[in-house]
């Protein structure tokens, strides 16, 4: 007995899964960019307010 053959509904759900992985892996992306930009940045100090505490 062979269980090869997939329910239309797991077709479906992997396809959303992969939209939502695929979302997921932007989002971090973009954060991560701005962090290393920011980071990056020439003129990039800690604020003065949080030196002096």
């Known amino acids: ?3 090869d053959r997939q329910h239309e509904i797991h077709t ?3 396809g959303r899964n992969l939209g939502v992985g695929a979302v997921l892996l932007m989002l971090v ?3 991560f960019g701005l962090t ?3 980071v990056t940045h020439v003129e990039f ?3 003065s307010d949080e ?3």
Do not use: L, N, T
Request: charged fraction near 30%.
């Open 12 to 14: 479906r759900r992997f």
């Open 51 to 53: 030196v002096s505490k």
């Open 36 to 38: 290393v930009v920011k």
């Open 1 to 3: 007995m062979s269980f």
């Open 29 to 31: 992306g973009i954060v």
């Open 45 to 47: 100090e800690v604020p």
